[in-house]
């Protein structure tokens, strides 16, 4: 893992979002304004998946840190070869169930091996991908947990941590990206819920999950989810993958946002260590989280219930 140093300042409250960044392009290859959508989320703790890193390149989250002024914890995850732009894009955001799989050639995956013979196009540029976690007030890093390895998923999973002192205490931030269901990921929560036992401590764990929220919730006993609202995929999207959990005396509430250029939406959260909850002027549960940012009254696609899919 790769860290900076100490950031800025904060108050009672803190800024945080997640967002799968999908290697900073659409589902055809063609890139988009990944500084840009971040800059627009304005949090103080701001949690990357898929951020992409050509070989010899600084990664999608490191040029965001950058400019953003942003302290930067970044852990690589897997290799591979992203593809040239599809040259038959059209105006949507990326063909028929064209996503990450169409657009990535992943490293020593046996799947990608068996199909390797029918894709459209090659060319690209190799690098690396990973989890990031990039904090503008003052923290301290902690360091990374790496997850047991799945045989079923070509990449590694890690979580990112680190400490930020708040008006009412210090809060334990972790950012991760779990592996898929289908790979075993309730392994990997299992893990987790054990390596983050915090005994009532003040902590927050956001990132995608890869897992609808109830699920979540069952595998992850002590935390609540403090946003509710669909992220995935984002131009018309049906599930949420992407969440923000706290446990212990925090609050918080927080919205799902539009789409800014990934398959997924960015989650974002205000967060307080004990006292009234965000925006609300006083005390309650963070799972009963409002789905739009505090003071915002505009209606949002998320303001309808939930929708979980049947599998």
């Excluded at 970044?74 to 290799?79: K, N, P, Q, S, T």
């Excluded at 068996?114 to 003052?138: D, I, K, N």
């Excluded at 925090?250 to 009234?276: E, I, K, M």
């Amino acid at each position: 893992m790769s860290t900076g140093g100490t950031a800025g300042s904060t108050g009672g409250t803190l800024a945080l979002a997640t967002f799968n960044t999908h290697l900073g392009v659409d589902g055809w290859g063609r890139p988009y304004d990944v500084v840009a959508a971040c800059r627009s989320l304005d949090a103080d703790v701001l949690v990357l998946q898929e951020s992409w890193a050509p070989d010899g390149a600084p990664s999608l989250a490191r040029r965001v840190a950058d400019v953003l002024g942003y302290e930067l914890a970044e852990e690589v995850l897997g290799h591979g070869r992203l593809l040239d732009p599809d040259p038959g894009a059209d105006d949507h955001w990326g063909p028929p169930l064209g996503l990450l799989s169409g657009i990535l050639h992943v490293d020593d995956d046996p799947r990608w091996r068996q199909r390797r013979s029918g894709v459209r196009r090659s060319g690209g540029r190799h690098g690396s991908w990973g989890v990031a976690l990039l904090v503008r007030v003052p923290c301290r890093f902690l360091g990374v947990t790496r997850l047991t390895p799945l045989r079923r998923d070509p990449v590694g999973r890690a979580v990112l941590s680190c400490e930020v002192p708040t008006g009412d205490g210090t809060l334990t931030v972790h950012g991760t990206h779990f592996s898929h269901l289908l790979h075993g990921s309730p392994f990997h929560y299992r893990e987790v819920a054990r390596a983050l036992a915090h005994s009532g401590q003040p902590a927050v764990l956001a990132g995608d999950m890869n897992l609808w929220g109830p699920a979540v919730s069952l595998l992850l006993p002590g935390w609540h989810r403090v946003v509710h609202g669909r992220t995935w995929p984002a131009p018309r999207p049906h599930s949420q993958l992407d969440h923000v959990l706290v446990t212990g005396p925090v609050t918080g509430s927080g919205c799902v946002l539009g789409p800014v250029g990934s398959d997924h939406r960015p989650v974002r959260a205000v967060l307080a260590v004990g006292g009234p909850q965000p925006g609300t002027g006083a005390a309650g549960p963070a799972g009963a989280a409002a789905d739009r940012a505090p003071g915002d009254r505009r209606a949002h696609p998320t303001d309808r219930a939930e929708q979980e899919p049947q599998r």
